[in-house]
């Protein structure tokens, strides 16, 4: 059981180039979300589904996109790389809206240069 | 003031001990509490939810203070596989939205 799978584990940028981190997961869940992680800080919320067809923005939604157009996979896409996208960025799914567990990818290390 | 605080740390304890981590929250209609272990340069994994009258699992002891917004994690007979940070994680909201907070973790480091 695969569980959330993110490609690519690592990637280098220069900056003003585009890319899109894939996220595919195979429980069924429902729910599917983009998290950015930085040194010394919370997990902050990019984007965020409810099911296919349907996203919405999370805490810090500027420079990225994201699309749903299936249950399994919910790629998010930088456009215009910047410096203050370097990160560590993490997928996640969960079954329920706000009392279940969230099962995270192994995340993507981005370095924008 | 950040919704969901926690003591950076990082804790240094020897293996056997006990070490206990605080976890505040600013909103009153927080609804649902976890801890998640995460090991250097690894994603995040659920340890334990934190229901109301506390919980336990082996030697990991979870509880709510709703009057005061603070939740603890109790770690007893430390090992060294204990050494991670450890993310308090707070959910709000109800019908029609949510919104789930992580703290900045507390690292803790468990010594031979």
């Known amino acids: 059981n695969a569980g959330v799978t993110q490609t690519p584990k690592f990637r280098i940028l220069k900056i003003g180039q585009s890319m899109t981190l894939q996220c595919t997961q195979d429980m069924n869940h429902n729910y599917m979300y983009w998290y950015r992680q930085d040194p010394g800080m919370g997990l902050k919320l990019i984007y965020y589904?409810?099911?296919?067809?349907?996203?919405d923005k999370g805490e810090v939604p500027n420079g990225y996109n994201v699309s749903r157009s299936t249950t399994e996979d919910f790629p998010l896409r930088l456009e215009l790389a910047a410096p203050s996208q370097t990160s560590v960025y993490f997928c996640?799914?969960?079954?329920?809206?706000?009392?279940?567990?969230?099962?995270f990818g192994e995340g993507s290390r981005l370095t924008v240069l | 003031r950040k919704e969901v605080e926690q003591d950076p740390g990082p804790f240094n304890v020897p293996e056997g001990a006990t070490v206990a981590f605080n976890c505040t929250y600013s909103n009153s209609a927080s609804q649902s509490f976890f801890w998640y272990r995460q090991d250097c340069r690894k994603e995040p994994k659920l340890l334990m939810s934190v229901y109301s009258s506390g919980n336990e699992d082996g030697r990991f002891t979870a509880q709510l203070n709703r009057a005061s917004q603070y939740i603890s994690l109790l770690i007893r007979d430390s090992k060294l596989s204990d050494s991670a940070t450890y993310l308090c994680?707070?959910?709000?909201?109800?019908?029609?939205?949510?919104?789930?907070?992580f703290g900045a973790g507390t690292r803790l480091f468990v010594k031979a």
């Open positions: 589904s409810v099911g296919a067809g349907i996203t």
């Open positions: 994680v707070v959910n709000i909201g109800g019908t029609g939205g949510f919104k789930t907070i």
């Open positions: 996640a799914s969960s079954w329920t809206a706000n009392t279940g567990e969230l099962f």
